[in-house]
T-cell receptor, first 111, second 112 residues
Framework: GENVEQHPSTLSVQEGDSAVIKCTYS??????FPWYKQELGKRPQLIID?????GEKKDQRIAVTLNKTAKHFSLHITETQPEDSAVYFC??????????FGAGTTVTVRA | DTGVSQDPRHKITKRGQNVTFRCDPI?????LYWYRQTLGQGPEFLTY????????KSRLLSDRFSAERPKGSFSTLEIQRTEQGDSAMYLC??????????FGPGTRLTVL
């Protein structure tokens, strides 16, 4: 089955700096890659996603890049703010239903 | 709130007891998913329904676990003879086919 690895497990950045989280996946059939943000005690919320026919996607301060050849994808958050502090999960989908998640990255934005 | 809802939000039970959780998906979504999340990990897929049909079950779903979606709307997840290892957050999600999955707030199960 699909195996998704996520790094780093924790990330501390100064407010205003950028944060980058990287994920790799094992199944070359994976074609959909969402990123979820989960604040303490709350539900995972989709923040951005990318499909395998696109190399990059941007939404305001958030961007995701995908390298299908290397089977890795990354989340970039620019101009970080305290409200960006949360756990971020990457995921990959190789069929049309099952998401396989990474272990998560705890992001702390220092004011 | 028109998002995915789950009930109860928290459940504490003693080992060996049965528990049942409910999930109400977004009304127009015909797919419903159950995931389990333990501390410090990402959600792990358990099972999913398309309408009332249960189409896939993970190996994580032992025979003590059963899920239903009788009318293709809400779903229940039952755990029989709970064990301490069942302690986790149980997340439900829904989506249209092959589209973004939206998660509920989860039910946190603690087995004493």
């Amino acid at each position: 089955g699909e195996n998704v690895e996520q790094h780093p497990s924790t990330l501390s950045v100064q407010e205003g700096d950028s944060a980058v989280i990287k994920c790799t996946y094992s199944d070359s059939a994976s074609n959909y890659f969402p990123w979820y943000k989960q604040e303490l005690g709350k539900r995972p919320q989709l923040i951005i996603d990318i499909r395998s026919n696109v190399g990059e996607k941007k939404d305001q301060r958030i961007a995701v890049t995908l390298n299908k050849t290397a089977k890795h994808f990354s989340l970039h958050i620019t101009e970080t703010q305290p409200e960006d502090s949360a756990v971020y999960f990457c995921a990959a989908r190789a069929n049309d239903y099952k998401l396989s998640f990474g272990a998560g990255t705890t992001v702390t934005v220092r004011a | 709130d028109t998002g995915v809802s789950q009930d109860p939000r928290h459940k504490i039970t003693k080992r060996g007891q049965n528990v049942t959780f409910r999930c109400d998906p977004i009304s127009e979504h015909n797919r419903l998913y159950w995931y389990r999340q333990t501390l410090g990990q990402g959600p792990e897929f358990l099972t999913y329904f398309q309408n009332e049909a249960q189409l896939e079950k993970s190996r994580l779903l032992s025979d003590r676990f059963s899920a239903e979606r009788p009318k293709g709307s809400f779903s229940t997840l039952e755990i029989q003879r709970t064990e301490q290892g069942d302690s986790a957050m149980y997340l439900c999600a829904s989506s249209p086919p092959e589209r973004t999955q939206y998660f509920g707030p989860g039910t946190r199960l603690t087995v004493l």
